[in-house]
């Protein structure tokens, strides 16, 4: 199984541009969600996906968007990319949300804005 | 809100040593899970712990989740270099929101 895979793994973006970082899962999971992670804050969360067609705002929203179309993917856009964005992107996902399940994560995506 | 203080955020020791992390909360929670995070990759879950007072052994690594449900440890023993990483606690927010520390990270010495 390739469980979840982010595309891409590296990206360079200079201020103002838009991008759309990528998640795929092939595990038929319900829960999808993306975290970034940066030095000294720990992993926190940006949006998360309890099902197609459902989404909400994590800890850390602003500047992202999402949709969840189907249940394999749960794209993470930027709009407008600002320094403040640079950091590591994670995506994982889960077979259903509760406190005991296991979430499985991406490789990530290391995003300088400049 | 960061719910989950890590402690000590990082900790050096020779191979073979023993060593403790903890990852401790004023909230109470109805289960603590640990990550373990190499350089590039994402986090891969160790643990899930449930019950107050529980002790769960990986090998030679142990978790124990405190009585009142607010703190747990992780606890190596004779340390590998293959222990090296970012040791991630985390626990449910609420509103299907997982909240993680801000890591503890192990390097063992060869």
């Known amino acids: 199984n390739a469980g979840v895979t982010q595309t891409p793994k590296f990206q360079v973006l200079k201020t103002g541009q838009s991008m759309t970082l990528q998640c795929a899962q092939d595990?038929?999971?319900?829960?999808m969600s993306w975290y970034r992670q940066d030095p000294g804050m720990g992993l926190r969360l940006i949006h998360y996906?309890?099902?197609?067609?459902?989404?909400d705002q994590g800890e850390v929203p602003n500047g992202y968007n999402v949709s969840r179309s189907t249940t394999e993917d749960f794209p993470l856009r930027l709009l407008s990319a600002a320094p403040s964005q640079t950091s590591v992107y994670f995506c994982?996902?889960?077979?259903?949300?509760?406190?005991?399940?296991?979430?499985?994560f991406g490789s990530g995506t290391q995003l300088s804005v400049l | 809100t960061q719910l989950l203080e890590q402690s000590p955020q990082f900790l050096s020791i020779q191979e073979g040593e023993n060593l403790t992390v903890y990852c401790n909360s004023s909230?109470?929670?109805?289960?603590l899970q640990w990550y373990r995070q190499e350089p590039g990759e994402g986090p891969v879950l160790l643990v899930t712990?449930?019950?107050?007072?529980e002790v769960k052994k990986l090998k030679r690594l142990t978790f124990q989740f405190g009585d009142a449900r607010k703190d747990s440890s992780l606890h190596i023993t004779a340390a590998q270099t293959g222990d090296t990483g970012l040791y991630l606690c985390?626990?449910?927010?609420?509103?299907?929101?997982?909240?993680f520390g801000k890591g503890n990270q192990v390097v063992v010495i060869p």
């Open positions: 985390a626990g449910e927010e609420g509103n299907n929101r997982l909240a």
């Open positions: 595990m038929n999971h319900e829960y």
């Open positions: 996906s309890v099902g197609a067609g459902i989404t």
């Open positions: 909230s109470v929670f109805s289960s």
């Open positions: 712990v449930v019950t107050g007072g």
């Open positions: 994982a996902s889960s077979y259903s949300w509760g406190g005991n399940e296991k979430l499985f």
